[in-house]
């Protein structure tokens, strides 16, 4: 870690517009494991995220001692269900962690209303949504605690890392150390390319600092945001045009103007037919995700009935810079083929 860490942090915040502190790590699950530590969660705390979403959401909270509160989503948008949320406040919740959905953070006002209602921290998990908007705002800009992705097949990727963004400067100067095993100020002695040898440690902190490499890489990337954008929009707004007129397919309830979209992802009928049908013709399509409480660890006796039927329904179609007109066109044919048979 050193110079081109610092510069990607620089031109993370000239590119977001915004005054918050940018610190970047080695992945988006250790920057939301990292906001999560730094915000002193223990054992017993518990922290509101849906259930549908990467297992990496979940391992983040049970990292820290917390426990997952598994929510359900709204069926039209997959985003968190505020009402659902709200009814499993109790006097040991202590953060809300809304999953950008697909990119989506549609209904992300009202976590800040019943965040501030309880006078709970908000961690965004924003790992796919890095350069995407919210009414006309930079996801980032604004907020509490929001922790990026830039894995390899994120909106941009530093081959792998992440970045936490925030405006609680004491939280900040935290997580600066924190990544860097809790060593007191090491992050402007390594900006400099120097280390410290006489130093302190007061809090826990883990090897999560990004390196130089990733950051060159993530550097190259930031420059070709725009290129990417452009690219996946108009998969997107293809796959809109051409799958609204087929009955067994339903869209959901995005602003897709502004989303840089990483993933695709649809309800439809006979999704496992469909699912294989696709992957007989070649097309790879997967499911995003498994509910987390369906899994071992996190299994609870909650009952999540909107989150359990979702998951029979949703796939993920391909989108990614890499993918051609040509190649789009043969996934929509054989999507219509399926249904017409």
Known sequence: MGEQVSEFEKLIKNYLDTQ?????????????????????LSAGDEVLVPSLTYVASFQAISATGAVPISCEVN?????????????????????????????????????YDLATKYNLRVVEDAAQAFGCSRQGEKVGVSGDVICFSFDGIKNITSGEGG???????????????????????????????????????????????????HAAIGIEQLNRIEEFKTKRQLIVFKYLSDLLEIKQVEILDFNYDELISHIFVIKVEQRNAL???????????????????????????????????????????????????????????????????
């Open 20 to 40: 918050f502190d940018v610190i970047c790590v080695s992945t988006g699950t250790s920057a939301l494991h990292l906001a999560l530590e730094c915000l002193g």
């Open 75 to 111: 069926p039209t948008t997959l985003f968190l269900d505020i009402n659902d949320a709200e009814q499993k406040i109790t006097k040991r919740t202590k953060v809300i962690m809304p999953v950008h959905y697909a990119s989506s953070s549609k209904g992300m006002e009202e976590v």
């Open 163 to 213: 970045a936490i963004v925030t405006g609680d400067t004491t939280l900040a100067d935290k997580l600066k150390d924190s990544r860097l095993l809790g060593v007191k100020k090491d992050t402007e002695k390594r900006y400099l390319g120097q280390r410290s040898w006489d130093f302190d440690v007061e809090f826990q902190g883990f090897r999560y600092h990004m390196s130089n490499v």
């Open 275 to 341: 699912r294989d049908f696709l992957l007989a013709s070649g097309i790879e399509c997967g499911i995003h995700y498994k509910p987390n409480h369906l899994l071992t660890k996190y299994e609870c006796n909650c009952c999540l009935p909107v989150t359990e039927q979702l998951y029979t329904k949703i796939l993920t179609l391909p989108c990614h810079v890499d993918f051609t007109e040509d190649e789009q066109e043969y996934v929509i044919t054989k999507i219509r083929e399926f249904y017409e048979a």
